[in-house]
């Protein structure tokens, strides 16, 4: 797909998000719109889908949420590639909707293949659904997203170590270094160190992409992580966002992680991100 394509998504993508949080005055926009050229890059460029959704993700790409908050950048994106009507965002954490606050599988929703409300399980996940692409003869791979603040979660270790021992060598991690979460910076709530250092000392391979908000420089990014599977490794990508991107109020702060932004915030906020390809 074109740059300039990808970029009108990711626009549209930051509207929908915006608009969401805030016709329920709930939502977690800061990670949602960090994560935005990722997420729109990943689905439109770099993973090998299938047309329709098939829950068992056989012969073809499978990715999993892991840090399930970010929700709404999750719904527009796989709303917009098709998966279901992007009508439905309007019901975005509404009582007997599909598209709750963290993902839920219960009400059948396209796309979703685990609930990710209950951060640090993400991984575990992944790693199974790599292995049993594996047993299948299936030469697919899985990808996944997990928070920075995230990785604090002990689980993860577990399967980091185990990952390797195994040799899982068809999942590419990806990790939203942001240096936010819920209570600060993730340096003052629990320091982590080098994350680089301590995936490689799990004899992980490493990827950085430094400029976790530029589409070409994902592009790139992943191609080097895909480029590095099938070596005997699990692959972690270190993807450097910024928290709140594209809304010039809400970036580098975790004080959007998890709040709406008012009338005039929105109007705002909209007028930072242009309409591309029609609103819900």
């Not at 899985?142 to 993860?156: F, M, P, R, T, W």
């Not at 990014?221 to 990508?237: F, I």
Request: aromatic letters at 8%; proline letters at 3%.
């Amino acid at each position: 797909m074109e740059i300039s394509k990808l970029q009108d998504i990711v626009s549209q993508t930051r509207r929908d998000i915006l608009r969401m949080v805030h016709k329920v005055n709930s939502g977690h926009p800061g990670g949602s719109l960090g994560c935005t050229e990722f997420m729109v890059t990943l689905y439109n460029e770099i993973m090998e889908l299938k047309e329709g959704f098939d829950m068992n993700g056989l012969h073809e790409d499978v990715f999993f949420l892991s840090n399930g908050h970010i929700s709404p950048v999750f719904y527009s994106v796989l709303a917009r590639k098709g998966y279901f009507p992007v009508e439905e965002l309007n019901s975005f954490r509404l009582l007997n909707s599909r598209l709750q606050g963290h993902p839920t599988t219960h009400e059948g929703l396209e796309g979703i293949r685990i609930a990710s409300g209950s951060l640090g399980q993400g991984m575990s996940v992944s790693i199974g659904t790599a292995l049993t692409k594996k047993l299948n003869n299936d030469s697919n791979l899985v990808y996944s997203l997990h928070g920075d603040g995230e990785l604090q979660e002990g689980q993860n270790w577990e399967a980091i170590m185990f990952a390797s021992a195994k040799k899982i060598d068809n999942y590419i991690a990806t990790i939203d270094f942001n240096g936010q979460q819920i209570d600060g910076p993730t340096d003052k709530v629990l320091n982590m160190g080098s994350l680089k250092a301590k995936f490689e000392a799990f004899d992980w391979d490493v990827v950085e992409i430094k400029e976790g908000n530029n589409v070409e420089a994902i592009i790139k990014g992943m191609e080097e992580a895909k480029s590095k599977t099938g070596k005997g490794k699990p692959v972690c990508v270190l993807l450097h966002t910024i928290m709140g991107h594209g809304v010039d109020f809400m970036m580098y702060t975790h004080a959007w992680h998890g709040k709406a932004p008012n009338n005039d915030q929105l109007a705002n906020a909209l007028g930072q991100n242009p309409e591309t390809l029609g609103d819900y």
